[in-house]
C-alpha cells in the first residue's frame, strides 16, 4: 500500500461547480500535511496547510480526519485558474521525511 | 527576490558520463530537499539535508550523490547515470521551525526544475 494514496482524477468539472478531493495515508505517525498545487509540470507551490481543526483560504477548505486517516480539500465555485494538479504532502518525523501524492488531476471547463 | 535557482534548466546526457545538478537558495533555509518526479509515481524524495555536513536518504537514494558544504547550495551528484534516471528533478529549500519541532507552515520552496534525459 501506497504511504500517500490520490484518486489520478481527472476531475472535470465546469465553471462554478464545487469540487473535493480526498487523500488518504497510512502512517499514523505522520504529523503535518499540506496541499501543493503543481501547473503542468512547473514547481509545486503551497496552497494551504492543514490543521486539526480544519481551515479555509477564500474558496478553499482543507480538513483533517485522524482517526480514519484521510485529509481532503473542497474548492468552491471553481475558476478556470483553478485547473491544475493538485498533491498531498505528508510529513513525519523531526527531518523533514516528507511524502507525495501522486496528485489529482483538476480540469475546470467553461 | 527570494527563490530556489537550479542549473541546468534540461540536459540530455549519455550513460556513465557524470554529472552535478546544481540547486541554490538565497533564503538562508537550514532544510534542502531533492526530488525526482515521474508519471504515475509523483514527486520521491532522494535526498534531503538538515543543515551544514548533515544529509541522509530519502525513499530513492540509489545511485545519487548529494553535498552540503555551503547553507546555501546541496548539489545533486550522478556518478554513472543510467535511462532510468531519466526523470524531471526538483530541488526545495524551507526553514527550520523554532525548537526543531515540525511547523504546520513551514513552507518547501521548490526550484524551476530540472528535466534529465539519459540515453
Known amino acids: 500500500r501506497k504511504e500517500v494514496e490520490q484518486d489520478p482524477g481527472p476531475f472535470n468539472v465546469p465553471e462554478g461547480a464545487t469540487v473535493a478531493f480526498n487523500c488518504t495515508y497510512s502512517?499514523?505517525?505522520?504529523?503535518?500535511f499540506f496541499w501543493y498545487r503543481q501547473d503542468c509540470r512547473k514547481e509545486p507551490k503551497l496552497l494551504m496547510s492543514?490543521?486539526?481543526s480544519g481551515n479555509e483560504d477564500g474558496r478553499f477548505t482543507a480538513q483533517l480526519n485522524r482517526a480514519s486517516q484521510y485529509i481532503s480539500l473542497l474548492i468552491r465555485d471553481s475558476k478556470l485558474s483553478d485547473s491544475a494538479t493538485y498533491l498531498c504532502?505528508?510529513?513525519?518525523?523531526?527531518?523533514?521525511?516528507?511524502?507525495f501524492g501522486t496528485g489529482t488531476k483538476l480540469q475546470v471547463i467553461p | 527576490e527570494a527563490q530556489v535557482t537550479q542549473n541546468p534548466r534540461y540536459l540530455i546526457t549519455v550513460t556513465g558520463k557524470k554529472l552535478t545538478v546544481t540547486c541554490s537558495q538565497n533564503?538562508?533555509?537550514?532544510?534542502m530537499s531533492w526530488y525526482r518526479q515521474d508519471p504515475g509515481l509523483g514527486l520521491r524524495q532522494i535526498y534531503y539535508?538538515?543543515?551544514?555536513?548533515?544529509?541522509d536518504k530519502g525513499d530513492v537514494p540509489e545511485g545519487y550523490k548529494v553535498s552540503r558544504k555551503e547553507k546555501r547550495n546541496f548539489p545533486l551528484i550522478l556518478e554513472s547515470p543510467s535511462p532510468n534516471q531519466t526523470s524531471l528533478y526538483f530541488c526545495?529549500?524551507?526553514?527550520?521551525?523554532?525548537?526543531?519541532?515540525?511547523?504546520?507552515?513551514?513552507?518547501?520552496?521548490f526550484g524551476p526544475g530540472t528535466r534529465l534525459t539519459v540515453l
Open positions: 526545495a529549500s524551507s526553514s527550520r521551525a523554532s525548537g526543531g519541532a515540525l511547523s504546520l507552515t513551514d513552507t518547501q520552496y
Open positions: 502512517n499514523s505517525a505522520s504529523q503535518s
Open positions: 492543514v490543521y486539526s
Open positions: 504532502v505528508v510529513k513525519r518525523g523531526g527531518y523533514q521525511k516528507v511524502t
Open positions: 533564503m538562508n533555509h537550514e532544510y
Open positions: 539535508s538538515m543543515n551544514v555536513e548533515v544529509t
